[in-house]
């Protein structure tokens, strides 16, 4: 799967399953932060939903909360942690 592909794939699944229903995938930019006011707006609560659409989805285990920092930073930096744990 190509980054853009999965970075489609990601937004879809984000969006769907965090009810997220005002927002399109044209929206989100792949370098915007998910968390906090200037990017999605998504909280610790959506934090621990969207591990388990990684591990669910794309069978990447997020296995701590550094990790789960930097992977869930924005679109991009869940893209590249996917294709590197992926099937791990």
Do not use: C, W, Y
Request: charged share 35%; hydrophobic share 40%; glycine share 6%.
């Amino acid at each position: 799967m190509t980054d853009n592909n999965l970075s489609e794939r990601l937004k879809k699944i984000i969006i769907e399953e965090l009810n997220l229903e005002d927002i399109e995938t044209a929206e989100i930019n792949d370098d915007d932060p998910l968390f906090g006011d200037e990017g999605l707006g998504l909280d610790s609560l959506d934090a621990v939903e969207l591990v388990v659409l990684v591990q669910k989805h794309f069978g990447a285990e997020i296995k701590d909360m550094e990790e789960g920092k930097v992977a869930l930073a924005s679109i991009s930096s869940l893209v590249d942690f996917i294709k590197n744990h992926q099937a791990e």
